[in-house]
C-alpha cells in the first residue's frame, strides 16, 4: 500500500468505517489533484496549516509530540479551547476530545490524493456547532478543496 501506515485497512476506508461506528458522524471524500506527500504535510502541519483549512479552528498549539501521536490545544471559533490527543501515521491522523473526533485518511492514487475527512461531535458541549448533515458536509468539501489550494501552494512544502 503506497505512503499508507502499515495496518490493513485503507485509510480512506478506515474513515468510513470510524463514521459508521459513529452515528451522526460526518465524512467527505475527494480526490486532490496534489501528490499525497504535500497534502499530507498540510493534513498533518498542525500548528500552520489547519487553522487555515479547519473551518471551526482558530489556532492550535502542539503541547506533545512524538513521531506518532500529538496533544494540541485547539482553539475554536468563539474562543473555547480543547485539549485534544492526535494520533499521526502516514495516510491517517485522528484527532479526539471530549466533545470532538476528526479524523483523514489518504492514499494516492497516481499523482493524485484521495482524501477523506469525518467530523463528529460527541457531547451536548458542542451542541453549538452542531450543523445539518448536508451543511456538514459542505463544511468539510471547503475544508477538503481548502486542503487541495495549500498543497498546491509552491511556498508550502
Same mark, same amino acid.
Given at each position: 500500500?503506497?505512503?499508507?501506515?502499515?495496518?490493513?485497512?485503507?485509510?480512506?476506508?478506515?474513515?468510513?468505517?470510524?463514521?459508521?461506528?459513529?452515528?451522526? *458522524?460526518?465524512?467527505?471524500?475527494?480526490?486532490?489533484?496534489?501528490?499525497?506527500?504535500?497534502?499530507?504535510?498540510?493534513?498533518?502541519?498542525?500548528? !500552520?496549516?489547519?487553522?487555515?483549512?479547519? !473551518?471551526?479552528?482558530?489556532?492550535?498549539?502542539?503541547?506533545?509530540? *512524538?513521531?506518532?501521536?500529538?496533544?494540541?490545544?485547539?482553539?475554536? $471559533?468563539?474562543?473555547?479551547?480543547?485539549?485534544?490527543?492526535?494520533?499521526?501515521?502516514?495516510?491517517?491522523?485522528?484527532?479526539?476530545?471530549? *466533545?470532538?473526533?476528526?479524523?483523514?485518511?489518504?492514499?494516492?492514487?497516481? !499523482?493524485?490524493?484521495? $482524501?477523506?475527512? $469525518?467530523?463528529?461531535?460527541?457531547?451536548?458541549? *458542542?451542541?453549538?456547532?452542531?450543523?445539518?448533515?448536508?451543511?456538514?458536509?459542505?463544511?468539510?468539501?471547503?475544508?477538503?478543496?481548502?486542503?487541495?489550494?495549500?498543497?498546491?501552494?509552491?511556498?508550502?512544502?
Amino acid at each position: 500500500m503506497n505512503n499508507a501506515n502499515s495496518d490493513w485497512l485503507d485509510p480512506v476506508l478506515r474513515v468510513h468505517v470510524l463514521a459508521a461506528a459513529l452515528p451522526g *458522524s460526518v465524512v467527505a471524500e475527494r480526490d486532490l489533484a496534489a501528490p499525497f506527500d504535500r497534502v499530507w504535510r498540510v493534513v498533518t502541519d498542525l500548528e !500552520t496549516m489547519a487553522p487555515q483549512y479547519e !473551518t471551526n479552528v482558530t489556532a492550535i498549539e502542539v503541547v506533545e509530540r *512524538s513521531p506518532t501521536w500529538a496533544r494540541i490545544v485547539a482553539t475554536f $471559533l468563539g474562543g473555547r479551547l480543547e485539549e485534544m490527543d492526535v494520533r499521526i501515521v502516514p495516510g491517517w491522523c485522528l484527532m479526539q476530545s471530549e *466533545s470532538v473526533v476528526s479524523a483523514f485518511g489518504a492514499r494516492q492514487v497516481g !499523482t493524485h490524493t484521495v $482524501l477523506a475527512h $469525518l467530523e463528529h461531535r460527541r457531547t451536548s458541549a *458542542s451542541a453549538s456547532t452542531i450543523q445539518s448533515p448536508h451543511n456538514a458536509y459542505r463544511m468539510l468539501i471547503r475544508e477538503l478543496d481548502a486542503i487541495e489550494l495549500l498543497a498546491a501552494r509552491t511556498d508550502v512544502c
